[in-house]
Nanobody
Framework: QVRPVESGGGLVQAGDSLRLSCTAS????????MGWFRQSPGNEREFVAA????????FYADAVKGRFTISRDNAKSTVNLQMNSLKPEDTAVYFC???????????????WGPGTQVTVSS
């Protein structure tokens, strides 16, 4: 079991950068593919990015490709999300979770953290 806790959210302006961190307890952390998801008011939770257990392979939603970078440090049980060129439409609560690829570009999460709010003003 993995128990993630997110941090690093805040209020920024469009074009700014922000770095989210996720620290996960549980000895199985390094064996899981981890990911970031987000949810804005009135919308379903959506996939943002994922990283393989080794960190060698990354996956991104089209909306963030080229702007966001996911990374991990298994020795510290952390997963980070570097977000650059932020847009107002990136405003959401961001969640860290075990990432499971269901089919094609479809993802779901398991073992959710409480989330961290990111607000991007125009």
């Amino acid at each position: 079991q993995v128990r993630p806790v997110e941090s690093g959210g805040g209020l920024v302006q469009a074009g700014d950068s922000l770095r989210l961190s996720c620290t996960a307890s549980g000895r199985a952390f390094s064996s899981y593919r981890m990911g970031w998801f987000r949810q804005s008011p009135g919308n379903e939770r959506e996939f943002v990015a994922a990283i393989s257990w080794s960190g060698d392979t990354t996956f991104y939603a089209d909306a963030v490709k080229g702007r966001f970078t996911i990374s991990r440090d298994n020795a510290k049980s952390t997963v980070n999300l570097q977000m650059n060129s932020l847009k107002p439409e990136d405003t959401a609560v961001y969640f860290c979770a075990v990432a499971i690829r269901t089919s094609g570009d479809a993802w779901r999460g398991n073992y959710w953290g409480p989330g961290t709010q990111v607000t991007v003003s125009s």
